[in-house]
Structures are given as structure tokens and as C-alpha cells.
């Protein structure tokens, strides 16, 4: 359907009166189960005022109304984040996180360069790939004026939890409510997962059932481009210039360590990553990996009594001591944890890698102080040299590096779209967070996926629908 323009004054008291009514919103209630806004036609067309235009409001910093462009329809985005969402997730672009080079898997390079020509057939200009499986591309601006230059990146990788090998897409068209049973005995059910019953008459996206599927990023590639294809195609709505870039090994926290800041030439950006509609993030954790080594003594077992150190038992009294109420499955939140991420090992050797993570820098001191003793006791145990940990520091909480400002253009962004804005803090790290420390503050847009890095993960095409809607509304706003 040909889209038909028209302006809407969308006054900021009205879309504040909208919160508070009974509509449903996507806010968390106490029990912790969040409902979606399903029916934003509606809000829009009954609940806020619609006028023409007019030339003298735009100046009114009383009132602070915005001028949006509103659209007939949004069909091509519909259309375009499903089909390259249901075709992004078949690549395998798994990172890896014992390998030394950049990207860490070619099979990313082979997807980088897919991208790029899709870029290219879109009509976007500057396109590159970067030796290290980088893809950056231009919209240039399509009218005059100061516009700030905004950046919009998702990561091309899927997270090394769970195979990303031979995923199967499959489509759940008007969602029941019921069970989703998929193949290998994997079942998605409400009864575990409340927040699936929000997406009743949704089309969700699941994978088969012994894979994950992708949606960690694939969602935001296939929202970013179809967002981008949108502009050109309706070169009626105002934007400055716009950069786009797609980064590999994000889930392995080297996501950004090739990307050139200066070439990419953004005031700022946002990364297009996040959870379920509404989510917004400009907070995120504090990550540092601790890498511990054991050493133990093997022996003949028949005759070992007195002289064998087993260094997995020693691993195992290291991994028993650990706080259990710092598990990941017991936080949430801004609460701290230890994730006892892998074990390998013999007799003679032992590794732990533990990831740390902590909203506040204080208590990451503390707790990598923690893991500092107990391998400081099993070295008075066991003898001088029987264990070592070695700190590396993976990335860092963002806010300082976001000015309110953005923050600002992001909620009227997401008010235009009818979502309400509801800032969460990550309990995870984004590309967005390494850039915000050099250089381009960079906070997260939710894309909808649900359950990722595992064989529960599901996503709603409505959910990426919305936020390639508040990619638009982004863009538009600058202009104004
Ligand atoms: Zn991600």
C-alpha cells in the first residue's frame, strides 16, 4: 500500500495522559509478567489529537509539542523485517571464544559480505566491509540544516551458549497461548515463561527446537535494514545523515575492538539489541572475566595415598565456596553475580573462567577481592603456586557517557510510536557500552527477543515492527 502523509501534532500532555490510562502497556506489574501494547491503531487514532500542523507551535517550548510524520500504514516494514529476519537466522555466525583472530569465525565474514551487498541493493552509499567482518553504510541526508549525525549498529553474531548451526525457523502465526512444542523434546510454555501469554495473536518466531535462533542480533540487523529501506523508499520524511554498521563477536565482548570510531563519524548512536518492546538502556553492568588456573599432581591411583592433588576437587571447593546467592539464577535487577561459566580440566590441570558482573565499580572490587582469597587460601592449602587467577576487564557501565539529551530524543521517539519507555539496566554489555567509553554514546533499543542465547529463544515479528518504527522516529526527530 502506498503510504499517505500527513502531520499529527502529538502534544507531550497528551501521550502522558495516554500512560496513566487503562490501556495496556508493556510496564512490568508486581508479579513480574509484562503485557504488550497490541493495539496502537487505536490509541492513535482515538486517543491523540490530530491536526493539521501548525507553523506557530513549533516555536511553543511551553507546550514542547513535536511534529511527527504519521503513516498509513507500515506494510513494508512488516513485510521487510520478517522476510530478513526469517533469512538472517539460517547463516551461522556463532563467535568463538577461543580463537585469537578478528572476526573470530570466518563464517561471520561470510555473512558480513551478504550484508553488505544487501546494503548496497538497498540503495545505501558508503558501503564497506572492513577486514575484520565489519559492515558500515551511508544514508545521506535528504534535507539542509545542523542535524546531529546519528548511528544505528546491531552485531551479526549469535552467542557460543548453544549451537547456531542449522537453524530451522519456525513461524507461530496468531499465537494460541498454548504450548510450543518443537522438536528434541524442547517446549516453550507459558507455564514456565508467563510473558509468552502478552503475544496471544502475535506472529512469534521460534527455532526447531535443538538450536538457538538467533534473534540476539539478527533482530536488530533485520530492523535496522528494513528501517533504512523505508527511508529511501519514502524520501518524503526528513532525516540528516545516517550510519549503520553491523559488528561480529559481540556475545564474546570483542565486538568493538576493530571498530573505527573516527571513520564511522557519528555524534552518537544506538545499538539495536535490546529486550522486549519498550526497553531502553543506557545502564549496563560492570564485566571483568576471571581466569583461574589449577594445578594438581597425578599419581597411580592404587597407590596415590598421601601424594595425588587432584586439581578438580581442589576446582570443585573453589566453585562450592562462591556466594550462592550470587548466582545468575538468583539475581536480577541491579544485583550483582559470579556466572561459573566453564570448568575443564584433569588431575594434573584445572580452569575455571567465572565472568564477575556489577552495576557498581565498589562491589566489583569486592567481589573480584572474593575470588583473590579463595585461591589465595588453596595456595596456603595446597602450597605456594597451586592456583592463580588472572582479571580481565571486559567492558563498563555506560550512564556516565550518555547525556539526557538522548535519552530525551529516545522517549519522544518511542511516544511517537505509541511504546512506552521504559529504561532498563542491562544486565548484560553491548557494543554500545565499549563505544560509549570512546568516543560515540551509544544506548540499546529493545528489539523484542525474548529467552535468547538458548532453545527457548522466541521473538514477535509485531515486536520488531515497533522498534524499526522507533528507528524512524529517531531519525525524523533529529530534524526538528
Ligand atoms: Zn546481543
Redesign the pocket.
Known sequence: MKNRLFAILVAVSMLASLASCDTPTNTESQDGIETQITDLENLESNDIETQEPDPESHDDIETIETVVTEFESYDDIKTGVRERFLRYVTYDTQSDLDSDTSPSSSKQIDFAKILAEECKAIGLVEVELSEYGIVTATLPANTQGDIPVVGFLS?MDTAPDASGAGVVPRVHENYDGNDIVLDAGTVISPTEFPELRNYVGQTLVTASGDTLLGA??KSGLAIIMSAMEYLIKNPDIPHGKIRIAFTPD??IGRGTENFDVEAFGVDFAFTV?GGPVGDFTYENFNAVRADIEIFGRAMHTGYAKGTMVNSMLIANELIAALPADKAPVNTEGYEAFYHVLSVEGGVEKTTIAIPIRSFFEDEMDEMKLTIQLLVDDINEEYGEGTASVTFTDQYSNMSSQIEPWIIELAERAYNAAGIEFAPTPARGG?DGSNLSFRGIPCPDIFTGMRNFHGLYEYIAVESMEKSAQVVLKICELLTQ
Do not use: M, R
Open positions: 552485531h540476539d542480533d559481540e556475545e539489541d553491548t
